[in-house]
């Protein structure tokens, strides 16, 4: 571990160096990029320095508290030192293990979220709306910037689907977790005897990818376009700007209305397609290496129940880590960070369980 950030060390000092090199700053590209690895070693970086200054304090103290000719006193204060500093030290070399564990290279990507009802009728589609302004409230208290890129609503305000685009710092780091199967259990407003009925959304969250990463190839996608239209098929345009994209070799398809430009829909729509279809791959390519490498937290599969909130109860349970909290109200006004702190400790804890640091 010493020898890892020591070489971190050496490379921070040098890209330290880089960046305030005029060459390097002309380059808009070469400098962002070592301006990126810079600000992304920093920590381990000063932990290194912390690390080192530790050592040489435990060392002294040590040295005094074993010298047979100090004051009892003053080896006694020494040992207490010794005692304090190597907790420190144990301390900081968890948290840098954590800081060395291998990055996800989609963490700081922005995101595709999608919210769909499941099982439940309109009870369900109420639901996935209430998902919806839980995220968006996340997404607000994280001063994240969020555009909604298609909806599909119900006669009564709830949602049949919905699909954000979320942008800002570590988006998807923090929201990798919540694909899956969201289960609500609650007595409807339409229920007469009080009985509590148990409906379902899935949510399906895919790290947003630039053309560069996932090439469409423009003879492999039909482009059809159509008149928007609102909940009961209240016209929202008089012109035909929605977009449906059908991606051919994988009969995917992304239909985008919320824009009143067809290009925007468009533009839109192959956003969504070429996140899909990177997810699409990502979920190959783990299916071929499933014997090597399993999920930490889940699959995130779609048809994975991973989380359930209980209205008589006010509680919300997360299965994968069975962490329930009685904080229901709080949850869904978007503070969920207790609930993804602990989905992310209990990930970091699993890959250093399996060596995988």
Not at 12 to 36: F, G, H, V
Not at 225 to 239: D, I, K, M
Request: glycine letters at 6%; one cysteine or more.
């Amino acid at each position: 571990m010493l020898d890892k950030l020591r070489d971190i060390k050496a490379r921070y000092e040098q890209l330290t160096n880089l960046i305030s090199q005029p060459e390097i700053i002309a380059d808009n590209k070469q400098y962002r990029q070592l301006t990126k690895e810079h600000t992304d070693l920093g920590q381990l970086a000063h932990s290194y320095d912390e690390y080192v200054a530790l050592q040489q304090e435990l060392q002294s103290s040590q040295e005094l508290a074993s010298d047979p000719d100090e004051d009892p006193e003053i080896r006694e204060m020494a040992q207490d030192e010794v005692s304090s500093l190597s907790a420190k030290l144990e301390d900081l070399e968890q948290s840098v293990k954590v800081l060395l564990l291998p990055k996800d290279p989609d963490d700081s990507r922005n995101t595709i979220l999608e919210v769909r009802a499941g099982t439940g009728g309109e009870e369900a589609a109420l639901f996935a709306r209430d998902l919806f302004r839980m995220y968006t409230k996340y997404a607000e208290l994280n001063r994240w910037h969020v555009s909604i890129l298609d909806q599909s609503e119900t006669d009564i305000g709830g949602f049949k689907e919905v699909i954000l685009s979320i942008e800002g710092k570590d988006v998807f780091s923090r929201l990798k977790f919540e694909g899956g199967v969201h289960r609500v259990q609650r007595i409807p407003k339409t229920e007469t005897q009080g009985r509590v009925h148990t409906s379902a959304a899935t949510v399906a969250v895919m790290p947003e990818v630039e053309d560069v990463d996932v090439e469409i190839d423009a003879n492999d996608i039909r482009v059809d376009v159509f008149r928007s239209s609102g909940p009961g098929g209240q016209s929202v345009n008089t012109t035909d700007s929605a977009v449906r994209i059908t991606h051919i070799p994988t009969g995917m398809v992304v239909t985008c209305q919320n824009e009143k430009s067809q290009l925007k829909n468009k533009s839109q729509a192959l956003k969504v397609l070429r996140a899909r279809l990177y997810e699409h791959e990502l979920a190959t390519q783990q299916a071929e290496t499933a014997q090597q490498r399993r999920s930490m937290v889940g699959s995130g599969d779609r048809s994975e129940r991973i989380r359930t909130y209980n209205f008589p109860q006010g509680r919300v349970t997360d299965h994968r880590i069975n962490l329930t909290l009685y904080q229901l109200e709080s949850i869904l006004l978007g503070n969920i960070d207790p609930l993804i702190d602990g989905l992310l400790t209990h990930h970091q804890a699993e890959l250093l369980r399996t060596g995988e640091a």
